[in-house]
């Protein structure tokens, strides 16, 4: 997981933007609309962001289709000190 | 004067075009990495970066002893068998298609 978090929060091009999101879904479960709202980015590069997050096992989906609900995984949970590591130089 | 090798044929042109596509593969990310190491300040972004502008000055050493070296180049041209480009030729593409799969992977 730790290597995960790394590639895909650093590594990559949507990185920061992934760690925002991360963030966000941690501070409080919405639905993708609210993410993009609260981000300024976006609905469907919320989308995307979101996709790359579950397919990694960050991230999981609650609820049905329309309005689901994002929230944290137990495994990013259990591994939030590195999350907060490289996230201290996102703004 | 030696006379000239048989023609290498296609070998050293598969060779240039896949050590340019190289060279363009490392620049764009190595251009992302960089950014993130800007943003982020951790030593992996680092270690990705420096990882990236090495393998970057290898290509273009590469390119630089095929096309411009006075006298490599000429060696190069005229003097290397067609089952010697063949061999350096494969290191290469497979290079490129090990750095196609990592901007795939970086790129999203």
Redesign the interface.
């Known amino acids: 997981m730790e290597a995960v978090l790394?590639?895909v929060l650093?590594?990559?091009?949507?990185?920061?933007n992934r760690v925002r999101l991360l963030q966000a879904i941690n501070e409080r479960p919405r639905n993708a609309n609210q993410f993009a709202e609260a981000l300024d980015l976006d609905y469907t590069t919320i989308r995307?962001h979101l996709e790359?997050l579950i397919d990694n096992g960050m991230v999981r989906k609650s609820g049905g289709d329309y309005g689901a609900v994002y929230l944290t995984t137990e495994q990013v949970d259990h591994h939030w000190e590195t999350v907060e590591?490289?996230s201290e130089?996102?703004e | 004067m030696a006379p000239l090798q048989a023609d290498p044929g296609i070998w050293p042109t598969v060779a240039r075009v896949s050590v340019t596509l190289n060279a363009l593969l490392l620049l764009a990310l190595g251009a992302?990495?960089a950014r993130?190491y800007w943003?982020?300040?951790?030593k992996?972004?680092l270690g990705?970066f420096v990882f990236s502008l090495l393998l970057l000055a290898e290509n273009v050493l590469a390119l630089y002893y095929y096309m411009a070296d006075p006298t490599l180049a000429t060696w190069f041209a005229t003097a290397v068998p067609a089952i010697a480009w063949r061999a350096m030729m494969l290191l290469h593409v497979l290079e490129t298609v090990a750095l196609v799969f990592l901007t795939w992977?970086?790129?999203?």
């Open positions: 790394w590639y650093t590594g990559t091009r949507g990185g920061p995307h790359v590591t490289i130089q996102v | 992302l990495w993130n943003q982020f300040r951790s992996h972004t990705l992977v970086s790129w999203d």
